[in-house]
T-cell receptor, first 111, second 112 residues
């Protein structure tokens, strides 16, 4: 059972470039989330989804977009990357909607 | 508003006890505790719902004081495997779904 899988694990972007992070879960969870983690800041919610075809803004949504076309996948997009988006990104999913099951993270560096 | 965890870091010898506190300025519905080892994903430890009930997980337990808007995580007879960063996540309940607001984390290091 894979749980929550994030791809890629590492990525380096130049300022202004775009990219998409993929999160896939095989637990049939309704709820999915994207968090970012920065030193001394804990985890901050970017966007979340309460079901296929739905998305909503979290605490720090600016500069990011998301899509949930299939129940098992939740995509996080950066249209024009900025150095302030250098972070570790965690995807999570849940059933009820808690507790959260986290993926192993994507380390993104924007130069 | 982000909950405040204290202390920021704790260093223990195996077998010693520790307490990690999590305080909020907002009314709480539930408190969630996660542990993250270096380079890994956070892992769920326990949830405490409104009502103050103390939950346990092996030698790790927690309490939730609604009046004080505070939760405490108790680690007794610590083991090397307890090392990591502990996060509390707070939910306001209602339509907030899984919108947890996490504290900044407490780094726990257990030495032999």
């Amino acid at each position: 059972n894979a749980g929550v899988t994030q791809t890629p694990k590492f990525r380096v972007l130049k300022t202004g470039q775009s990219m998409t992070l993929l999160c896939a879960q095989d637990m049939n969870h309704e709820y999915m989330y994207w968090y970012r983690q920065d030193p001394g800041m804990g985890l901050r919610l970017i966007h979340y989804s309460v079901g296929e075809g739905t998305t909503a803004k979290g605490e720090v949504p600016d500069g990011y977009n998301v899509s949930r076309l299939k129940k098992q996948n939740f995509l996080l997009g950066l249209e024009s990357a900025a150095p302030s988006q250098t972070s570790v990104y965690f995807c999570a999913s849940s059933y009820s909607p808690l507790p959260l099951h986290f993926g192993n993270g994507t380390r993104l560096t924007v130069t | 508003q982000q909950p405040v965890q204290s202390p920021q870091a704790v260093i223990l010898r195996e077998g010693e006890d520790a307490v990690i506190n999590c305080s909020s300025s907002k009314a709480l519905y539930s408190v969630h505790w996660y542990r993250q080892k270096h380079g890994e994903a956070p892992v769920f430890l326990m949830i405490l719902l409104k009502g103050g009930e103390q939950k346990g997980h092996e030698k790790i337990s927690a309490s939730f004081n609604e009046k004080k808007q505070q939760s405490s995580l108790y680690l007794t007879a610590s083991q090397l495997s307890y090392s990591g960063t502990y996060f509390c996540g707070l939910s306001a309940g209602g339509t907030s779904y899984g919108k947890l607001t996490f504290g900044q984390g407490t780094i726990l290091t257990v030495h032999p």
